[in-house]
T-cell receptor, first 115, second 112 residues
Framework: NAGVTQTPKFRILKIGQSMTLQCTQDMNHNYMYWYRQDPGMGLKLIYYSVGAGITDKGEVPNGYNVSRSTTEDFPLRLELAAPSQTSVYFC??????????????FGSGTRLTVV | GENVGLHLPTLSVQEGDNSIINCAYSNSASDYFIWYKQESGKGPQFIIDIRSNMDKRQGQRVTVLLNKTVKHLSLQIAATQPGDSAVYFCAPQDNYGQNFVFGPGTRLSVLP
């Protein structure tokens, strides 16, 4: 059981380049999330999805896009990379039904540097 | 919005001692709270949770205390071990019950 898998683990981008951060989970979780974590800071929610075909903005969505075509995959797209997007990105998933959210399972993160 | 703060950004304890990590939150409507542990270079991991109808919950070597009156949580780690060195986040659930709000965390260092 792999849990939440993120690729790549590290990436260096030049300003203005684009890339997609991949996230896959094999737990049949309905909710998936993208967070960014700046040095010495907590996690800030970028986008989340409550199921295939449904996505919503989080706290810091500008400069990012997401899609959720399947239950398993939730890729995060950076279209025009900027130095302010240098961060560690975490994908997470959870199973949510009724009023219950049983906490997140996180991936191991993607460390992105924009130069 | 939710404001999650921590009383101490760093905490150093001797191996074998007990650790107490504190967390203040501002949203009185939060009714579910999780503590996460994040080791260097890894994603956060679930440690223990507590719902608002409880004031204490115990796990293996960890205890979470919730005081809703003053909007405060604490995580107690008994007999702290080197493997407990990490950043600890408390995460209250938001108003909509779907997402969690993370503060900056407390870094716990265990001294030999």
């Amino acid at each position: 059981n792999a849990g939440v898998t993120q690729t790549p683990k590290f990436r260096i981008l030049k300003i203005g380049q684009s890339m997609t951060l991949q996230c896959t989970q094999d737990m049949n979780h309905n909710y998936m999330y993208w967070y960014r974590q700046d040095p010495g800071m907590g996690l800030k929610l970028i986008y989340y999805s409550v199921g295939a075909g449904i996505t919503d903005k989080g706290e810091v969505p500008n400069g990012y896009n997401v899609s959720r075509s399947t239950t398993e995959d939730f890729p995060l797209r950076l279209e025009l990379a900027a130095p302010s997007q240098t961060s560690v990105y975490f994908c997470a998933s959870t199973h949510f039904w009724g009023q219950a959210n049983y906490g997140y399972t996180f991936g191991s993160g993607t460390r992105l540097t924009v130069v | 919005g939710e404001n999650v703060g921590l009383h101490l950004p760093t905490l150093s304890v001797q191996e074998g001692d007990n650790s107490i990590i504190n967390c203040a939150y501002s949203n009185s409507a939060s009714d579910y709270f999780i503590w996460y542990k994040q080791e260097s270079g890894k994603g956060p991991q679930f440690i223990i949770d507590i719902r608002s109808n409880m004031d204490k919950r115990q796990g293996q070597r960890v205890t979470v205390l919730l005081n809703k009156t003053v909007k405060h949580l604490s995580l107690q780690i008994a007999a702290t071990q080197p493997g407990d060195s990490a950043v600890y986040f408390c995460a209250p659930q938001d108003n909509y019950g779907q997402n969690f709000v993370f503060g900056p965390g407390t870094r716990l260092s265990v001294l030999p």
